[in-house]
């Protein structure tokens, strides 16, 4: 069964470092999400990808957050440099429909890459 | 603002027994809600999407139930099991591409 690929799975650093997370969704899926889960709480979304282009980054920090789909399929979240706040579970998610399309297919979420800002 | 709110936080039952865990939001404007399972430190299981022209899906033991005059949506576990303890979050999909989160039940079925 397809599934989808992030990666580390852990990352440990200090504050004012560089992070970088990588997601490869489930082949064929137009859309990419990554949303940011503090413990405790619902995932929230950070930026939203339809093919190469952001559909949605209103929730994006970005001061400090960046995020790329070059060529469509796999995706790149940076924090520059990072914060203690940003301590949490990054999680990326892919589904095949449409984002314009609003009836949105199901949402396939990787693993996650927990974060420790120290 | 849609806000989703997930009642209780937390719930403790014996195994065996049918339960309901509650989701509300406060815009009823939604294209869909989704039912997510989510265990300790990993990602999140998609366990039931119902589109807005629909009232319910059923998928093995578990039935999701969707009201959006009210604001509402269930989600019925039936024959509760020890696999089942897990965190379970609903998702209410919005205009502009969103999709919002609730902070989720964390169940727990005791053997």
């Known amino acids: 069964e397809a599934e989808v690929a992030q990666s580390p799975r852990y990352k440990i650093t200090e504050k004012s470092q560089a992070v970088a997370f990588w997601c490869d969704p489930i082949?064929?899926?137009?859309?990419l999400y990554w949303y940011r889960q503090i413990l405790g709480q619902g995932p929230e979304l950070l930026v939203q990808?339809?093919?190469?282009?952001?559909?949605?980054d209103s929730q994006l920090p970005k001061d400090r957050f960046s995020a790329e789909r070059l060529k469509g399929v796999d995706s790149t979240l940076k924090i520059q440099p990072a914060e203690l706040g940003d301590s949490a579970m990054y999680l990326c998610?892919?589904?095949?429909?449409?984002?314009?399309?609003?009836?949105?297919?199901?949402?396939?979420f990787g693993p996650g890459t927990r974060l420790t800002v120290l | 603002k849609q806000e989703v709110t997930q009642i209780p936080a937390a719930l403790s039952v014996p195994e065996g027994e049918n339960l309901v865990l509650n989701c509300s939001f406060t815009?009823?404007?939604?294209?869909?809600l989704q039912w997510f399972r989510q265990d300790p430190g990993k990602g999140l299981t998609s366990l039931l999407l119902?589109?807005?022209?629909?009232r319910e899906q059923t998928s093995g033991r578990l039935n999701a139930s969707l009201d959006k005059s009210s604001g509402r949506s269930t989600l019925y576990i039936a024959a509760s099991q020890p696999g089942d303890s897990a965190t379970y979050l609903c998702?209410?999909?919005?205009?502009?591409?969103?999709?919002?989160f609730g902070a989720g039940t964390r169940l727990f079925v005791k053997a």
């Open positions: 998702a209410v999909g919005t205009g502009g591409f969103k999709t919002i």
């Open positions: 990808f339809q093919d190469e282009s952001v559909v949605d």
């Open positions: 815009d009823s404007a939604i294209y869909n």
């Open positions: 119902i589109q807005s022209s629909q």
């Open positions: 998610a892919s589904s095949s429909g449409l984002a314009s399309r609003h009836v949105t297919d199901t949402q396939y």
């Open positions: 082949s064929g899926h137009a859309t």
